[in-house]
């Protein structure tokens, strides 16, 4: 039963990426899905968080204006469509999934079914 985050790379400042998140041993329907990245010396903080089927989104940080989370639950993946990325940006990005409902604070200790994460890097 795993999460496993992919898409990762090296961006350029100003660019996008699109992560996906791919539920294996279970099925996304009745679960909450989160967002979350961990930089180097730094915390694991929550990005984004999709409610369970068409239900709300949640974007802890603000960041509504540059990333979208979005599920498809047929495909049992969901996705993380991230625009003009800047430097503070770069870290590995986690999915994971939750039986409580998305909040406007994403604790981690929610969450399971961490997978490996996926490395973003946001360099010139």
């Known amino acids: 039963v795993q999460l496993q985050a992919s898409g990762g790379g090296l961006v350029q400042p100003g660019g996008s990426l699109r992560l996906s998140c791919a539920a294996s041993?279970?099925?996304?329907?009745?679960?909450?899905i989160g967002w979350f990245r961990q930089a180097p010396g730094q915390e694991r903080e929550g990005v984004a968080c999709?409610?369970?089927?068409?239900?709300?989104?949640y974007y802890p940080n603000n960041e509504k204006e540059r990333f979208t989370i979005s599920r498809d639950d047929a495909k049992n993946m969901v996705f993380l469509q991230m625009n003009s990325l800047k430097y503070e940006d770069t870290a590995v990005y986690y999915c994971?999934?939750?039986?409580?409902?998305?909040?406007?604070?994403?604790?981690?200790?929610?969450?399971?079914?961490w997978g490996p994460g996926t490395l973003v890097t946001v360099s010139s």
């Open positions: 999709h409610s369970i089927s068409e239900g709300s989104k």
């Open positions: 994971a999934r939750s039986a409580f409902p998305c909040g406007e604070v994403l604790v981690p200790s929610h969450f399971a079914s």
């Open positions: 041993g279970f099925t996304l329907d009745y679960y909450a």
